[in-house]
């Protein structure tokens, strides 16, 4: 796989806007106040967690329209109610929040057109300089499973998710993996606690909370081993004491898991296995990327990518993700009614008990990138050597709300 961040300004993220009427700019009457929100080497949640501690604001006062990845540089709005709003701007290191309007109400998940991205690719081998041309313009003409990728599944520890473990019932499984399933991105402290808690799993009682160093893990231990309660009130407790925004995501993840599996078994239907690209990405995997093989040349190609992209338009425009409620609906698969249903009744019970709620909106099957801009490939200084070149392009595009950047480069470059 080619780098795509290597530096933070490499990987560039505009919010476009929301829709017209939403935010009125220069307006300090109306009852949200709206912000731009720039930052470098933040994650979107843990960055509006630190402004409220800096400026006394309910972390669940913040409303947005979409999570920007952390190792990137990236704009986009946020709002605030106007009675815990701040009059000016905020600054801190590698961030910055000015007030540009107001609104009616909250940004909810979604509330932007997309977003558009400027992205410095590198560590490019020459072989796939040769074939970039030919991708570019097969991506153009078919377009682009909208696949989730693997920033969704951040969540997964050893090939497993907690909500897709909160879905078949088991929420201590969920717990189990939540606090001590290893994962890429844990740093040293929580490494050390999740090797603490599986030595003495299940037998948490044994535990001192004082050899915890993670915050929001010795929260959760401590809603769970203190208190007379049942082992069933118990996991709840500790259910309920990880983050609101991090337990969405857990079922996001599981939801969204689903719906790769929908679009990859409709793919895998609709084409045969020699016109499918595959790339394993782990859990969400493997995404498959239909395309002309590069041994066809001419009028045999320009027929069989015509195919394709008749092919792709045959399939639904767009399916609702999945959810335990099983509501009938036009863009409910038949595939997704079958996941659900075998699925075990204590699931549902579970979801239901614990108060979750899924979202049900629908998502594209293909979608388009718009203002697709690629640069003449240029030696990279920073990979390679002498004797083996890499090279670097810069790639800016605009994608709908919610589609992966890292998507159309997997479908570029890999």
Same mark, same amino acid.
């Given at each position: 796989?080619?780098?795509? +961040?290597?530096?933070?300004?490499?990987?560039?993220?505009?919010?476009?806007?929301?829709?017209?009427?939403?935010?009125?700019?220069?307006?300090? =009457?109306?009852?949200?106040?709206?912000?731009?929100?720039?930052?470098?080497?933040?994650?979107?949640?843990?960055?509006?967690?630190?402004?409220?501690?800096?400026?006394?604001?309910?972390?669940?006062?913040?409303?947005?329209?979409?999570?920007?990845?952390?190792?990137?540089?990236?704009?986009?709005?946020?709002?605030?109610?106007?009675?815990? &709003?701040?009059?000016?701007?905020?600054?801190?290191?590698?961030w910055e929040l000015i007030p540009v309007g107001g609104a009616h109400r909250s940004?909810?998940?979604?509330?932007? =057109?997309?977003?558009?991205?400027?992205i410095t690719v590198r560590d490019i081998r020459h072989r796939n300089v040769q074939?970039?041309?030919?991708?570019?313009?097969?991506?153009?003409?078919?377009?682009?499973? @909208?696949?989730?990728?693997?920033?969704?599944?951040?969540?997964?520890?050893?090939?497993?998710? !907690?909500?897709?473990?909160?879905?078949?019932?088991?929420?201590?499984?969920?717990?189990?993996?939540?606090?001590?399933?290893?994962?890429?991105?844990?740093?040293?402290?929580?490494?050390?606690?999740?090797?603490?808690?599986?030595?003495?799993?299940?037998?948490?009682?044994?535990?001192?909370?004082?050899?915890?160093? @993670?915050?929001?893990?010795?929260?959760?231990?401590?809603?769970?081993?203190?208190?007379?309660?049942?082992?069933?009130?118990?996991?709840?407790?500790?259910?309920? &004491?990880?983050?609101?925004?991090?337990?969405?995501?857990?079922?996001?993840?599981?939801?969204?898991?689903?719906? @790769?599996?929908?679009? +990859?078994?409709?793919?895998?239907?609709?084409?045969?296995?020699?016109?499918?690209?595959?790339?394993?990405?782990?859990?969400?995997?493997?995404?498959?990327?239909?395309? &002309?093989?590069?041994?066809?040349?001419?009028?045999?190609?320009?027929?069989?990518?015509?195919?394709?992209?008749?092919?792709?338009?045959?399939?639904?425009?767009?399916?609702?993700?999945?959810?335990?409620?099983? @509501? !009938?609906?036009?863009?409910?698969?038949?595939?997704?009614?079958?996941?659900?249903?075998?699925?075990?009744?204590?699931?549902?019970?579970?979801? +239901?008990?614990?108060?979750?709620?899924?979202?049900?909106?629908?998502?594209?099957?293909?979608?388009f990138p718009t203002n697709l801009e690629v640069s003449e490939p240029m030696i990279?200084?920073?990979?390679?050597?002498?004797?083996?070149?890499?090279?670097?392009?810069?790639?800016?595009?605009?994608?709908?709300?919610?589609?992966?950047?890292?998507?159309?480069?997997?479908?570029?470059?890999?």
């Open positions: 796989m080619v780098k795509i +961040r290597t530096k933070p300004e490499d990987f560039q993220v505009e919010e476009q806007a929301p829709p017209t009427g939403l935010v009125i700019k220069d307006d300090t =009457e109306l009852p949200f106040a709206v912000y731009e929100l720039k930052k470098i080497m933040w994650e979107t949640q843990s960055l509006l967690s630190v402004i409220s501690k800096k400026s006394g604001i309910p972390v669940a006062a913040w409303g947005l329209a979409g999570l920007k990845d952390k190792r990137s540089v990236t704009t986009q709005l946020v709002t605030c109610p106007r009675d815990h &709003a701040p009059r000016h701007a905020l600054r801190g290191r590698g940004l909810i998940s979604g509330d932007h =057109e997309g977003n558009r991205f400027m074939l970039l041309p030919g991708r570019i313009g097969q991506l153009t003409k078919i377009g682009l499973p @909208n696949w989730f990728d693997t920033q969704r599944f951040g969540s997964a520890s050893q090939g497993l998710l !907690p909500g897709q473990l909160i879905a078949s019932g088991d929420l201590e499984g969920a717990m189990r993996l939540h606090l001590t399933g290893p994962q890429p991105s844990d740093r040293s402290a929580r490494r050390r606690d999740k090797k603490r808690l599986m030595a003495v799993w299940p037998n948490l009682d044994e535990l001192e909370l004082s050899s915890i160093e @993670n915050r929001p893990f010795k929260k959760v231990l401590r809603a769970w081993i203190e208190g007379s309660k049942s082992h069933d009130e118990s996991l709840r407790s500790a259910f309920l &004491a990880v983050p609101r925004s991090l337990r969405g995501l857990w079922m996001s993840a599981w939801q969204s898991k689903v719906w @790769n599996e929908l679009l +990859r078994d409709i793919i895998r239907q609709s084409f045969p296995d020699h016109l499918l690209r595959r790339i394993d990405i782990g859990v969400g995997g493997p995404l498959l990327y239909p395309r &002309a093989p590069v041994g066809r040349r001419g009028a045999s190609k320009r027929s069989l990518i015509e195919n394709i992209a008749k092919t792709f338009s045959a399939i639904p425009d767009s399916l609702e993700m999945p959810t335990l409620e099983g @509501n !009938p609906s036009d863009a409910v698969h038949p595939s997704v009614q079958h996941r659900i249903y075998s699925m075990p009744p204590k699931g549902s019970q579970l979801v +239901r008990s614990l108060g979750i709620k899924m979202s049900s909106h629908t998502r594209k099957t293909i979608v990279d200084e920073l990979h390679g050597s002498k004797k083996h070149k890499r090279w670097k392009c810069n790639v800016s595009f605009e994608l709908p709300s919610g589609s992966y950047a890292t998507n159309l480069i997997r479908r570029l470059f890999d």
